[in-house]
């Protein structure tokens, strides 16, 4: 609805993927943190290993900026401004462990026990290091998006 109002407000919409740069934040600043303390590290899984499409965070601000400078925005949402091939939930802790010169052991947990554990959690008045509403998009992430729009002639960088 926030999205509609928005549009019919004369606003460009922009989905981002996930995130990332050198102080990573939100879900990638969990695992962060997860791989830094801990020896295993748990995977969220729904029918398998999640996907994602990751975005740079200068990429992102890069493709904001030329929205913003455009003379004919795109009227429909921007599915996702991100690289455009998705990376796995357990390679992007692979490649964190590496970049921190760290060795962790994977255990994946099915979505709905981490999600009850999690809204538990909530429901305490405790900030648990991920909240809920970041493993819904984890696991209902749009598993086609328009990575890279054609809207944008940009060379979106990979995690790695």
Known sequence: MVEKEAVALGATVVRPGLVWGPRPGGVLGAIDKLVGSCPIVPIISATGDLHQYLVHEDD???????????????????SSL???????????????ARKKC???????????LAMVSIRSVEALGLNP??????LVGLVHANPNPEAGSSFFDYPFRPFR
Request: glycine share 0%; aromatic share 6%.
């Open 60 to 78: 992102l601000a890069c493709a904001v900026l030329r929205i913003a400078k455009t003379d004919a925005p795109p009227s429909a949402p921007v």
């Open 102 to 112: 760290k060795s962790v052991v994977t255990l994946p947990i099915p979505w709905r």
């Open 129 to 134: 290091p991920f909240r809920s509403d970041s």
């Open 82 to 96: 991100a690289y455009p091939h998705s990376i796995s939930l357990r390679d992007i802790v692979r490649e964190t």
